[in-house]
């Protein structure tokens, strides 16, 4: 089968016996040596996407994620390999790579132009690095990267959250005014409500007081801020 390593019929045979065998080494080494001779850049990503599978499955995460770091430097963007890796980071607890990886990710589609899948990629590193980090300034630094991108109302609402819990009221209070100028109506008062213990907390008694005498009179029946009125 040496020979005929570039024939794909006979290459999915090889792989068949091999599976059907389990010799994944064998498997391994045969699609490594598709990996060097492959002239396509598209070819080799997906066979680097194979080679690092193999290694998952003999639990070689280490050489999985080298093997896909090896893909991305050929084809930065590659989507699948992207979420091979960052799946791979997630599973060993790698959670500084992946938040690495994602602002890498949001980096390369803001040079690109396309500001949505940047901003999307900053939102995914923000929540690894609240979540899995607990590095709660991170998060803000790459939220507001995704908020000058694209702002959109969960991500004012996602820093409103984090400034909140660092005991920083004026710029939850901040994001909270711009949340309350995007939801529905519907969605209003609870947002008024949040914006009200901010501003209270933050000092700011009658402007809070202000921003329920707005909301008593929109059509929708707002009873907790009418409690906070009387």
């Given at each position: 089968?040496e020979?005929d390593?570039?024939?794909?019929?006979?290459?999915?045979?090889?792989?068949?016996i091999?599976?059907?065998?389990?010799?994944?080494?064998?498997?391994?080494?045969l699609?490594?040596?598709?990996?060097?001779r492959?002239?396509?850049?598209?070819?080799?990503?997906?066979?680097?996407?194979?080679?690092?599978?193999?290694?998952?499955?003999?639990?070689?995460?280490?050489?999985?994620?080298l093997?896909?770091?090896?893909?991305l430097?050929?084809?930065?963007?590659?989507?699948?390999?992207?979420?091979?890796?960052?799946a791979?980071?997630?599973?060993?607890?790698?959670?500084?790579?992946?938040?690495?990886?994602?602002?890498?990710?949001?980096?390369?589609?803001?040079?690109?132009?396309?500001?949505?899948?940047?901003?999307?990629?900053?939102?995914?590193?923000?929540?690894?690095?609240?979540e899995?980090?607990?590095?709660?300034?991170r998060?803000?630094?790459?939220?507001?990267r995704?908020?000058?991108?694209?702002?959109?109302?969960?991500?004012?609402?996602?820093?409103?959250?984090?400034?909140?819990?660092?005991?920083e009221?004026?710029?939850?209070?901040d994001?909270?005014?711009?949340?309350?100028?995007l939801?529905?109506?519907?969605?209003?008062?609870?947002v008024?409500?949040?914006?009200?213990?901010?501003?209270?907390?933050?000092?700011?008694?009658?402007?809070?007081?202000?921003r329920?005498?707005?909301?008593?009179?929109?059509?929708?029946?707002?009873?907790?801020?009418y409690?906070?009125?009387?």
């Open positions: 089968f020979e390593a570039d024939d794909e019929a006979a290459i999915a045979r090889l792989v068949a091999y599976r059907s065998l389990g010799q994944t080494y064998e498997l391994l080494a699609r490594r040596r598709q990996v060097s492959a002239r396509a850049v598209a070819a080799r990503v997906s066979l680097r996407r194979a080679v690092a599978a193999l290694y998952g499955e003999l639990d070689d995460l280490e050489r999985a994620v093997t896909l770091r090896e893909g430097e050929e084809a930065p963007r590659d989507a699948g390999t992207v979420a091979d890796l960052a791979v980071l997630q599973k060993t607890n790698a959670h500084e790579g992946l938040a690495a990886l994602y602002a890498s990710q949001a980096e390369l589609a803001a040079e690109a132009g396309e500001t949505s899948g940047a901003a999307a990629f900053w939102s995914r590193a923000a929540e690894v690095e609240l899995a980090c607990g590095a709660p300034r998060a803000v630094e790459a939220l507001e995704a908020l000058a991108l694209d702002p959109k109302p969960e991500t004012h609402d996602a820093l409103a959250r984090i400034h909140q819990s660092l005991g009221h004026r710029k939850s209070a994001h909270l005014e711009a949340l309350r100028g939801v529905g109506v519907d969605a209003r008062p609870a008024t409500l949040r914006l009200y213990d901010a501003l209270v907390a933050a000092g700011q008694g009658p402007v809070a007081r202000q329920l005498e707005e909301d008593a009179a929109l059509p929708v029946l707002a009873e907790p801020i409690e906070r009125l009387t």
